[in-house]
């Protein structure tokens, strides 16, 4: 484990192979039931440039009206799958947090995507950490305080790899530069996906 800053904390590799491939198959099952949609952003429409989707009993959607958690997928009206077993298994193992999640946000990067500085607080109570996930290829994850005009750094996060961010850190800024394409074969078509897994209520 690597602590990064006061509460952010990156496990490298804590995904094997064999897992990374297990999660992912169960990842198309599960999203051929929760299809990826384009996000929008409020106000403006602009579509975002990763694909999400979500699993568990809330799901994280972003459209002219705003950011916000709902219990159904906002173009087929169908509730989120259920969260796999194998994703609350990392959470147990790793969040450090006696509450189980209750919303599973799933990006789909292609190597064009992107996720600017921002910080998760569509949440009601903001002790519980966040843990994501990497899956395929690897990124450039940038970091910073509190303040979008903080100082920043970034980590490669590869395919595998779990970073926790709670305490302190809960709150601060981060994103993702850029996708390195070609940099894992995890995944075909090529490309990254994230779970973020949250306690939304």
Request: contains cysteine; proline residues 9%.
């Amino acid at each position: 484990m690597l602590l990064l800053k006061p509460g952010l904390r990156l496990y490298k590799a804590a995904l094997d192979r064999a897992g990374q491939e297990d999660l992912r198959d169960e990842l198309r099952v599960l999203l051929r039931e929760a299809p990826l949609f384009r996000p929008r952003m409020p106000r403006s429409g602009k579509e975002f440039s990763v694909r999400m989707s979500n699993c568990g009993p809330l799901g994280w959607v972003s459209d002219i009206s705003g950011y916000r958690y709902q219990a159904c997928h906002p173009e087929t009206g169908r509730p989120w799958p259920p969260m796999p077993e194998s994703i609350l298994r990392l959470w147990r193992a790793y969040a450090e947090c006696a509450r189980e999640p209750d919303a599973c946000l799933i990006n789909h990067y292609d190597e064009t995507a992107r996720m600017g500085p921002h910080q998760d607080r569509d949440e009601a109570d903001f002790s519980a950490p966040i843990l994501s996930l990497s899956l395929g290829d690897s990124c450039l994850f940038r970091y910073g305080g509190e303040r979008r005009r903080d100082p920043s750094r970034t980590i490669r996060l590869d395919s595998g790899d779990i970073v926790v961010f709670g305490g302190p850190a809960r709150l601060m800024f981060h994103g993702v530069d850029r996708t390195l394409p070609e940099s894992s074969t995890l995944l075909d078509p090529p490309g990254r996906i994230n779970l973020t897994l949250r306690r939304a209520k």
